[in-house]
């Protein structure tokens, strides 16, 4: 798209001196979908010189080519008009994120032909890229409120048409975008039903009717399977306290769209970073356990100092920033590979500087909230009594009363068995008084209700530890908060962790296969000898046309699945679906996605919404 649509670019040196520079125009969902996956460096890469929101006062470029990539509203396409007969650019390369309506379509030709512009638009395109990817394997389509429009007992039928009919669109983009039709598999009932039989007679009807299809041909390509769940299928990985760097800093931090926002104090001011795919620490550590993170900063951060030192002793200068002023008259091959090495080494300080201080953050939250208690009282919360949760209620040190919510949530939503009545007054008086919202409880005791009737409430297996306790761990770990704290103080780089973490290597989170991996795994690897947890799940498979009875094929293996949660999804599920990637050295694919990406905070939030809707 930003190389005018034109299939045979390539993004090497030597066409750089052949791009057409441009201006990119987009309105606030097309800057959600490119800010996510492009920074602006990468803009300017591809050619784009200015980018602005189609909403904004814009001035005239007379020369320029502009590149549009907007929602197809009517409003949208009235404000191209506008530009168009303002005369701004100097043609105009208009992209839709999706499929624009025929309506508006037309008005757009109307207008134009009725303000003599239509020769100045060189291209009109629908993209498909109405969803929003935040890493290779995560997608959201930018719904937050999908999860109370779709439970909301008060919504009426138009918004629950609306928000399906966009998931639809949505998942559709998705699949062009993959380039093959998957087999859909769904549970029965409820909208992941709804979703699956509407998505099925778009693909189907793409198939059969549309002039350009957008799927490749190959027969032999083994399909993936598109695996729709809803999300009150399983609340508790919404609302769980976790470990891994991404999880925690979702929780803790604000991140959206790939930047790690870290409000502002008195004395420092608010900050925010971008994490990429170049982000070397954070393609590694992203899923590991926060101890690991805290144990890999200093590991690299010691690499970092022994590769500056090489240079700069190379050089014969005292520290990096001087590298620059050394004498050129002596240039031998030493200092030029010290000049060319130079780049990668600033960056690299500059990503490990980013996660220090990321960590710092997450570390003083951790402290502050005692996240770590709460981690550790989840883990085995089906073997929690009344006493542990009412002192962990009452703690007067544990200052968040989300965080007491959330626990007693995950505790209420993983007993199998009914609390008695005098317990429960006893934990919804601790709650109120520590401060809670108590309408999530109210919202989640009706779900309850229904939820006893499916038979997905299993208590989780009791997990394997290595020999260890768990509280070995956060010993460990209470000293790597006042190691990184002491760190800092020392001035950045300064000081060691000397094997700080020693011995916490082997006391990782216990693995715990949550209820959609579960269902996952049973899909794409069908249990021979016993019944599957999806045996009862419908079928649909878009090529085959509806009236050809084509055996179900349950006990098919795939090595491929789009795994999308109606409802919110967050990092915690996410990160569980790829280690059966990695289980029995299988090269499986899973690709996760859902309506958003949603932090425990917001989750609990749209719960308290639900409650007070429901009452």
């Known amino acids: ?94 992209n839709f994120c999706s499929t624009i309506p025929r309506p508006i379509l037309e008005e757009f030709a109307t207008n ?37 429009n779709l439970n909301n007992p008060t919504a009426p039928e138009s918004l629950i048409d609306e928000t399906i009919d966009k998931t639809v669109n949505g998942l559709f983009s998705v699949i062009v975008t993959m380039g093959v039709i998957p087999i859909i598999r769904c549970p029965r009932g409820n909208a992941a039903e709804m979703i699956a039989n509407k998505l099925d007679s778009k693909l189907r009807d793409h198939v059969m009717n549309s002039r350009t299809n957008l799927f490749s041909e190959s027969n032999n390509l083994q399909r993936p399977v598109l695996i729709l769940l809803d999300r009150s299928m399983d609340l508790t990985p919404m609302l769980s306290h976790s470990w891994t760097y991404e999880a925690l800093i979702h929780d803790v931090l604000a991140m959206k769209l790939n930047r790690i926002t870290i409000e502002g104090t008195e004395t420092e001011k608010k900050k925010s970073y971008d994490v990429d795919n170049k982000d070397f620490f954070w393609l590694k550590n992203a899923s590991s356990p926060f101890p690991q993170v805290a144990e890999d900063i200093d590991i690299e951060l010691n690499k970092y100092k022994r590769d500056a030192a090489e240079i700069t002793g190379m050089s014969g200068v005292s520290s990096l920033e001087d590298v620059g002023q050394i004498d050129m008259s002596s240039n031998t091959k030493l200092l030029k590979s010290a000049i060319t090495a130079l780049p990668e080494l600033t960056a690299r300080k500059a990503t490990l500087d ?64 009914e609390i008695p009545k005098d317990d429960m007054d006893a ?73 700080l973490l020693s011995g916490v290597k082997n006391l990782l989170p216990t693995r715990k296969e949550l209820v959609v991996s579960k269902i996952v795994s049973d899909i794409m690897n069908p249990p021979p000898n016993e019944a599957s947890k999806a045996s009862d799940y419908l079928y649909f498979d878009p090529k085959v046309s509806k009236n050809s009875r084509s055996p179900r094929q349950h006990k098919v293996a795939f090595q491929e699945a789009i795994v999308f949660v109606v409802g919110g999804g967050n990092y915690v599920e996410y990160q569980n679906l790829q280690e059966l990637t990695t289980q029995n050295n299988s090269k499986k694919k899973i690709t996760y996605g859902s309506t958003d990406i949603l932090s425990p905070l917001e989750f609990l939030n749209q719960l308290a919404v639900l409650g007070r809707e429901s009452s």
């Open 112 to 148: 134009t032909i009725t303000d003599n512009t239509s020769d100045m638009v060189n291209q009109v395109f629908d993209q498909y890229l109405n969803f929003i990817c935040t890493n290779p394997n995560v997608f959201s389509l930018n719904q937050p409120q999908a999860f109370i």
């Open 427 to 499: 934990y919804e008086k601790a709650l109120e008084q520590a401060g809670c919202d108590m309408e999530p409880l109210n919202y989640i005791k009706k779900v309850r209700a229904l939820m006893r009737m499916t038979s997905m409430i299993s208590s989780p297996s009791q997990p394997q530890t290595g020999g260890f306790s768990q509280n070995d761990l956060f010993r460990g770990f209470s000293s790597i908060g006042n190691k990184l704290s002491d760190r800092l103080k020392e001035g950045g780089l300064g000081g060691g962790f000397e094997n």
């Open 1 to 94: 798209m930003l190389h005018l649509n034109s299939p045979d670019h390539n993004t090497n040196a030597e066409q750089s001196e052949n791009i057409v520079w441009k201006v990119l125009i987009f309105d606030k969902f097309g800057q959600d979908v490119i800010s996510s996956i492009m920074r602006v460096n990468d803009l300017r890469e591809n050619g784009v010189t200015v980018h602005m929101l189609l909403s904004q006062e814009r001035a005239a470029l007379a020369d320029v080519p502009a590149v549009y990539f907007v929602e197809p509203t009517l409003e949208n396409v009235k404000k191209i008009c506008e530009d168009l007969n303002r005369n701004l650019y100097d043609s105009y390369y208009v």
């Open 354 to 417: 980013m996660h220090m201080n990321v960590a710092t953050c997450l570390l003083n939250a951790i402290k502050d909230r005692q996240l770590d208690g709460f981690f550790q009282i989840e883990e085995s919360i089906t073997r929690q009594n009344k006493t542990t949760l009412l002192e962990t209620f009452n703690d007067m040190e544990k200052k968040n009363p989300q965080d007491k919510m959330r626990l007693f949530l995950i505790y209420y939503l993983s007993t199998v068995e």
